[in-house]
DNA sequence: GATAAAATACCGACTGGTCGGTATTTATTG
DNA sequence: CAATAAATACCGACCAGTCGGTATTTTATC
């Protein structure tokens, strides 16, 4: 093994032990130490590799970012309605929620410490805003979706963006609370369904009660 | 002021710097010192109320699950519609919203610390389930809501409990990225609307009528 | 291609400081 | 003079980060 891929090797395995004690009892209560015997690594490998132990956190938001970007880069260049997307979201998400019990947990992570360090508050922000804003392009191609007022679509992109973060985080939580993939589907179908039936007045103002 | 007065206002005071505290900064950084200097009052005077740090979040948690519970329970009195509920939500968005940003910023913390704290995780979970089967019954009064397979139901409630989850985390994190309390009127008439037409084939399969 | 020099990877004992919790003392009330 | 409430000083565990030193690989020189 020469030096170099050796170097990385170990680069890799603390940011894997990191992402576990991280993603199972929290940044706060995995310590340096910790990590370093989980990687079979020595504190002096540790920092020499990372100058702290944010550092190796920040560094695991950004590739999570990253790999984000990348999957919703896949889904915007192939340009399906609505409908597709959703359904495209429908099939990922037993595989999502599947290690959301596990390595997504850490998710979580990212989430509790957006409150207290800016640059994780900002990046963590930022993708929340970037989803809903594509989510709002979506919604501009639905039948009479053109026509909303921007607000309008604005609200609703946001309310499937919250719907998806409540999932998450109630399924990373709770992994067997339900069939989650099922929830998601659910939930999917009921957007659409109330999203389509937006442009028309018939159900709301007057009709039912009970 | 009498011995017992003096003491119960001293409790109360430490229970009130310590909320704020682990709201604005998180639990484990908000220090025993830093809450005792806030409520203006003596580290021996904290360890004389309580035994430890946790039982003061246990003893804030406990608080804000049964002023849950009564407004759960309020509400369920009313024997509303889910229309009269969801509005009744509707109404109180505004002012939970409000407080999300500031007080209720403990909620991340609760479901923060839900994630090593077995106690903890079990209210929180728990009161997540009591949420959905408190909509379950709901929808089951709504017309065809009745004849609905349970699942069905079960996953349309956790949808909107889930949904609910994701505009207070979202809306405690970021109270400026949107009108939250329009968001969350778009979201509950979104899922109504969905879930009144869930039973006709309507819209996606075929034409679409009322 | 042998050898010296430099750079890189790594080790683990140690430190400085933080923080939850305790022990002891002092004040207040009935 | 009890007994409860509160203040102060202090302890010990823990932990992120440091530092002096070693081992291994690469590069330079002849």
Redesign the interface.
Known sequence: MTKQTRGEDTRARILVSAEQGFAQ??Y??TGVAEICKAAGVSKGAFYHHFTSKEEVFLELLDRWLTSLDRQLADVAASDGSL?EVLDGLSKMAPQILQEAGGQY?IL?EF??K???DPKV?QS??AY??RYREFFVGLLANTPGGGSMAL??R???A??L???????L??GA??PK???WS??T???L??????????G?P???RK????
């Open positions: 009892t929290g706060d209560s409908q947990a979580l989430w509790t957006a409150r207290s508050w963590t922000v929340f805003q607000e309008e604005q609200a609703a946001g309310v963006v919250a719907m998806i973060i409540g999932l985080l109630w939580l709770d609370a339900a069939d099922c929830v589907r659910t939930g179908e009921l957007f659409v369904r109330g999203w389509q039936g937006k028309l018939s159900n709301d009709g039912e009660q009970k």
